[in-house]
């Protein structure tokens, strides 16, 4: 019997939140009975696009959604579309821009499509119209609501469809990330950090939503309390070359670390000694999970939803506080911390991917029998 083949849209398959909760999934997942396919919205190649084709997926591209190019790409999506009857279930990790998606989809009658919640954006900004007029006509092709928070289904679905959300976990492998004192050591040889250096570590696309220039405010204030801490900067994106550019007017270039997109974070989190996440808004940080599994102190802003609190590591604090004050508490975080396997908390809440996997096999394969 061949699988049932699940259609992901993306914008682009690189290390991001949703797309690394994604592809941990479908790396757990019985591939003789599920497969996932690619729909994604760039041309160039993604981070794991490899991958996805060595597990037996396909990857179709298609333009970038565009209010101004949106009536040609109904066109070739409803081609699209109609070309691959096999698909009777589409997912979408877009958030709103999966709404034209789902509009053709309907016409065609796909039976399941699953929008997925995985911010929950705040603030107005020049998009703000469109994403609320793309958000709020998607409900009414939405057939399921799945979402990573409480918060990100109140943004992107209206808190009135509260009892239809469908909590799908952004599980990790926990066995990956459990703390490990010698590979702390080995990373920390591998970058030249001193075992006694204090390392501050952070992993997140560069956006606006990550607020890396408070980041750097923290860290210069920290720097000062501290001559011998480290940063360390994992991921990449639109605001880098900003950010480096501050580092370097504050005269940090010796005690920043810019790695780029790595493969293996797991390895880096035992080099740190606590983790800074100060952003502006999230749905369920998954490098926040990733961060509690590998024992860390962690301080991050009370804008991300309380829901990624696993253990009784994590400080939340305001982003009405100066960044002097962020640094003292993150010192303080980490003054007499004792680091330990946190990874049955991970697992007892829910988290682990294996049995996370095995849900959403059976819930795919309900959705699909059931129509």
Not at 32 to 49: E, L, M, P
Not at 60 to 76: D, N
Not at 212 to 224: K, R, Y
Not at 353 to 363: G, M, R
Request: charge should be neutral; charged fraction near 25%.
């Amino acid at each position: 019997m061949e699988p049932i083949r699940i259609l992901n849209l993306f914008t682009i398959m690189d290390r991001g939140g949703a797309e690394t909760m994604v592809m941990n999934y479908y790396r757990h997942i019985d591939r003789n009975r599920i497969q996932f396919d690619f729909i994604v919205h760039r041309d160039k190649k993604g981070a794991y696009d490899d991958e996805i084709r060595e597990l037996g997926g396909r990857i179709f591209h298609f333009p970038p959604i565009r209010p101004w190019s949106a009536h040609t790409y109904r066109k070739q999506i409803y081609a699209f579309l109609k070309s691959h009857p096999e698909y009777r279930i589409i997912h979408s990790n877009m958030s709103e821009l999966g709404y034209d998606a789902f509009k053709e989809a309907a016409k065609l009658h796909v039976p399941v499509l699953i929008n997925h919640a995985h911010l929950a954006p705040h603030g107005v900004d020049i998009k703000s119209p469109f994403r609320w007029y793309m958000k709020t006509n998607m409900r009414h092709y939405t057939t399921h609501m799945f979402t990573c928070s409480q918060a990100a289904g109140d943004w992107l679905y209206g808190k009135k469809n509260r009892p239809y959300f469908i909590q799908m976990n952004n599980a990790i492998d926990t066995d990956l990330f459990k703390y490990n004192e010698t590979v702390r050591k080995e990373v920390r040889h591998e970058l030249n950090i001193g075992d006694n250096q204090l390392v501050i570590g952070h992993v997140g696309r560069f956006d606006l939503q990550k607020n890396h220039q408070f980041i750097i405010d923290i860290f210069h204030e920290l720097h000062n309390m501290n001559k011998e801490s480290v940063l360390i900067l994992v991921g990449t994106g639109k605001l880098i070359d900003q950010i480096k550019e501050k580092v370097k007017e504050l005269h940090l270039e010796d005690s920043v670390m810019f790695l780029g997109v790595r493969s293996d974070v797991n390895r880096l989190m035992q080099a740190f000694d606590a983790f800074l996440f100060p952003s502006l808004f999230e749905g369920l940080p998954v490098t926040l999970v990733e961060a509690q599994a590998a024992g860390l102190p962690i301080l991050m802003s009370n804008a991300i939803p309380k829901d990624c609190i696993i253990t009784n590591q994590i400080k939340s604090l305001s982003l009405d506080l100066s960044a002097q004050e962020w640094a003292l508490s993150l010192l303080s975080e980490v003054k007499n911390f004792y680091r330990k396997d946190t990874s049955d908390l991970i697992k007892e809440a829910g988290f682990d991917i294996c049995s996370n996997a095995q849900w959403l096999e059976k819930k795919y394969e309900e959705l699909y029998y059931e129509q």
